[in-house]
């Protein structure tokens, strides 16, 4: 069921993206080559909780960590480790925060050093498709059309979309209705409402959009082991469009 937030709701929202957003600043430039996922994923944690919140997704539905930390081939939800990064990586940190019972979530990649050219076209475009997506985003416009403007763009540049994963709505849950695909139909799915908080989500990669599943049941990998980057902001539908609650 898609729910319509109240004012208060939308105001615990902002504070609860607030903190995800300041947790992404935070870790920034700590990610350098030599650090391992585990120290990143302690380090969030613990300022994720400073700052009067909890790890959304710790625990949930038995994930382990704070944070979901893909590495390269990696698309979404690894597991922190004792892996160090490596000059040339890049690294998508999935962070959620639960602020008095409503959640923040936003994910972001970042390299390591100096990447390759391929790598940077990968990142800057993926990012640049999140917000091509958000433009689709106001009272009356429905869920398929920012799921067109995304795979639009990533064929325009040759990038892949991961189908099997999509953005969602956010609220006391981290994942709520409605499901918000990077690939859809103009005019079609739910339609946006005032009041909707939804996160956008696009993840695309430099190759093959096919995936499969490590043995640990969460970490999904591109099938040819090329590069994927994932951006993702939370946002609520205004009345003239919309407003990002995961910024500053």
Not at 147 to 171: D, F, P, T
Request: hydrophobic letters at 35%; a negative charge.
């Amino acid at each position: 069921m898609i729910t319509i937030k109240s004012e208060r709701e939308i105001e615990l929202l902002k504070i609860a993206g607030n903190i995800v957003y300041k947790t992404h600043q935070y870790i920034k430039p700590f990610i350098k080559e030599g650090i391992t996922t585990n120290e990143i994923n302690s380090l969030a944690e613990k300022f994720i909780i400073d700052n009067g919140a909890t790890p959304s997704f710790k625990g949930y539905d038995g994930f382990p960590s704070a944070l979901c930390i893909s590495i390269n081939d990696e698309i979404v939800h690894g597991f922190p480790s004792n892996r160090k990064l490596k000059n040339g990586d890049i690294i998508t940190l999935d962070i959620g925060a639960c602020y008095k019972g409503y959640h923040g979530d936003s994910a972001w990649t970042y390299q390591v050093g100096e990447v390759t050219d391929d790598l940077r076209y990968l990142m800057e475009h993926t990012e640049k498709s999140l917000f091509i997506g958000l433009k689709q985003i106001k009272p009356g416009n429905r869920v398929g059309d920012i799921g067109n403007a995304i795979a639009s763009y990533a064929a325009e540049h040759n990038l892949g979309v991961v189908k099997e994963l999509c953005g969602h709505g956010v609220g006391t849950d981290v994942h709520e209705d409605p499901n918000v695909p990077n690939y859809g139909v103009k005019n079609t799915g739910p339609r946006l409402k005032v009041g909707m908080v939804i996160a956008v989500e696009p993840m695309l990669t430099l190759g093959s959009p096919e995936i499969y599943i490590l043995d640990n049941d969460w970490t999904v990998v591109t099938k040819d082991h090329s590069p994927s980057a994932h951006y993702e902001h939370t946002v609520v539908v205004t009345q003239d469009g919309y407003e990002i609650l995961t910024g500053e």
